[in-house]
């Protein structure tokens, strides 16, 4: 049976890594316009490659909390697949073995003149003068705001042959990544994990719920469901 979860921020907050959205846009007290977009890059890559040094420092030092476990811990009764809006790599260090990226991975750097050339920043620092084999200055491998999201084709194949659909971290506010609830079929059966009232997909069960609270619960009935089914 394929099981999908969509996460999102939320998940990793659990971890103490934070997000734009916790301060009206600033993000560690900068502007997301000034660190985060491609207009941003092209007139001071120095200061954004600093802020991202910043966020992977962050990552490095966090760690996977309980709701990345279960996510892993249900890989043992059912065809799990991730798809993230997070750009850490906390779900694969928590074990789960099919993870997609919709907004890139801090932990790779990228060619700025060819997408397809990715290295791992090993030392947790891309500097100005870290080029790819072209002669271009590495940049983050991660989507900035007004850039494409590359990877949203193979979310929507993946969402579409859910048996069970789970929405954990996110409001699915964010476009094109929260259009990947209208792929779920018909009649599959879609939880969303949110402390807040949260629009809610149609036929959808609300578990009000923090990730690292809320995911063993519903982990814990569907593996039940799945041994009464077998």
């Given at each position: ?8 921020a ?54 996977p ?27 694969e ?96 059966p ?6 807040k ?34």
């Open positions: 049976m394929d099981l999908v979860v969509f996460s999102g939320g998940v990793s907050a659990e971890s103490g890594i934070s997000t734009f959205r916790d301060s009206d846009g600033l993000w560690e007290h900068y502007d997301v316009m000034d660190v985060a977009t491609p207009e941003a890059w092209n007139k001071d890559r120095e200061l954004v490659l600093n802020f991202y040094d910043e966020r992977r420092a962050q990552v490095i030092n966090a760690d909390n309980k709701a990345h476990y279960t996510i892993k811990a249900l890989e043992e009764y059912f065809n799990v697949s991730v798809i993230t809006q997070n750009i850490d790599d906390l779900h260090r928590a074990g789960s073995t099919n993870v997609l990226h919709l907004h890139g991975e801090i932990m790779k750097a990228r060619s700025s003149v060819d997408s397809e050339l990715l290295y791992e920043v090993d030392n947790g620092i891309i500097q100005l003068g870290d080029k790819c084999e072209k002669g271009s200055q590495l940049r983050p491998h991660v989507v900035w705001f007004g850039e494409a999201v590359p990877e949203m084709e193979q979310a929507y194949h993946i969402v579409a042959k859910a048996d069970l659909f789970i929405v954990v971290g996110t409001s699915l506010n964010v476009y094109p990544a929260a259009g990947s609830v209208q792929f779920v079929r018909q009649h599959v879609i939880f969303v994990i949110d402390p009232d949260v629009p809610l997909p149609e036929g959808a069960i609300h578990i009000k719920e923090k990730a690292s609270i809320g995911l063993p619960i519903l982990a814990e009935e569907l593996v039940d469901q799945y041994r009464s089914d077998q």
